[in-house]
């Protein structure tokens, strides 16, 4: 084929999460070649045997080339699997796609031109999606799957659990942060996870009434509220710090501490845990 002629194809972006990764991989694929149209067809949150069945009749209608990010190893090898019987190239959004793309469409790179050449290593990607599920997985959303988490975040309103979770997955981490409401019971599943590190976050009573004032000032809300009274303050802190007693799960003070300093205290807990974790299987 002669590169100077267009082509054009349909495109299957799959992911588990909210495809972000594979969308800008493709993007970042596609960029390298001249003169080609592609029809973009974005699958997210894909996470079962059925939600895959579904991706593959739509493969099926349009047929194309298939990227994805996943997880689970078995519905990837069902993805895979069943693309291959349709004839239809299937691959890991960070495998090399760019290659496999070239080949694809019997087209070579433009590495040459500016602003074409990206370094897209798996490092980074992993970063993206840790970002992206941290920011799914933030104040509380998508708890039904917290079990995919490494971290998982507890504590009350403003003691920096979304900016930790944050720094967390910059440095390639999967981070979840749920709220303890006074009076409210955290969800179920929390109490029951079993692969993510579980912390709770804590802090000086007089230093979160204050954080929380900043914050009302910044919108503008000026009336008093038990949000900011240090009476009902204290009795949320010594609420949520029976709970992390309860379930036993280690506890990191913020009061004097920046963001950086918790992150790298809470990596550093679960490279230990990982590494005893480990050890025992080794023993065993």
Known sequence: MNDSEEIAFHLHLVSDSTA???????????????????????????????????????????????????ADKHLRKHLKKNCEEMGIPCISAIARMINS??????????????????????????RVEAINFAL???????????????????GAS??????????LAYRGFRAANVPYVSGVPLPDIVHKLKKPLVIGLTISPDVLVQIRKNRLLSLNENNPTDY?????????????????????????DVTRRSVEETTANIIQMYEKRKYMQEKEKVSS
Request: cysteine-free; proline content about 3%.
């Open 20 to 70: 972000e990764t594979v969308s800008s991989v493709a993007r970042a694929s596609i960029a390298q070649f001249d003169n080609v149209e592609v029809e973009e067809h974005t699958w997210p949150l894909v996470r079962t045997k059925a939600q895959v069945d579904k991706v593959l009749k739509g493969i099926r209608e349009t047929g194309g080339f298939v990227m994805y990010t996943m």
């Open 101 to 126: 793309l070239s080949e694809y469409m019997d087209r070579k790179t433009t590495f040459h031109k500016p602003g074409r050449q990206h370094e897209l290593d798996e490092d980074y990607f992993n």
């Open 158 to 167: 403003r003691t920096s659990k979304s900016p930790t979770s944050m720094y």
């Open 228 to 252: 900011t009274d240090i009476d009902r303050v204290k009795d949320e802190l010594v609420e949520v710090r029976r709970i992390f007693t309860k379930n036993n799960w280690p506890v990191i």
């Open 136 to 154: 799914v997985h933030d104040d509380g959303q998508s708890v039904w799957d917290l079990e995919e988490a490494d971290v998982v975040l507890i």
